[in-house]
């Protein structure tokens, strides 16, 4: 199966940067590849339910934004390296969450939901500090 590894969090000041990587690893029971799959990074904040910041389609071609990190964060992948990025500039408090790496499907006006992830990673956390 598909093995999702992110990296790349860490405790940061408010308006600092940083770079999350998630690098997969494996097929899927059915032999595919992680260039075939959608990515998305999720984010779940204590006592927050997990939403769906950014996508990248197949190709990297196609993106989504949540409106709260649009101009914010940007979602990039390179199929060669079966790796995906999100850079994350000017970080606020409130960007404060475990970040997720997931393997899917999803809608380019809506985003990924819980139900179009075939794997998940298992999350790396973002501090970022007032």
Do not use: H
Not at 19 to 28: K, N, V
Request: proline share 2%; glycine share 12%.
């Amino acid at each position: 199966q598909v093995q999702l590894v992110e990296s790349g969090g860490g405790l940061v000041q408010a308006g600092g940067s940083l770079r999350l990587s998630c690098a997969a690893s494996g097929r899927s029971y059915a032999g595919r590849s992680f260039s075939t799959y959608d990515v998305g990074w999720f984010r779940q904040a204590p006592g927050k339910e997990r939403e769906n910041v950014a996508a990248i389609s197949e190709s990297g071609r196609i993106t989504y934004y949540a409106d709260s990190v649009k101009g914010q964060f940007t979602i990039s992948r390179d199929n060669a390296k079966n790796t995906v990025y999100l850079q994350m500039n000017s970080l606020k408090p409130e960007d404060t969450a475990v970040y997720y790496c997931a393997a899917g499907y999803f809608n380019s006006a809506a985003g990924m939901v819980a139900r179009q992830v075939d794997y998940w990673g298992q999350g790396t956390q973002v501090t970022v500090s007032s």
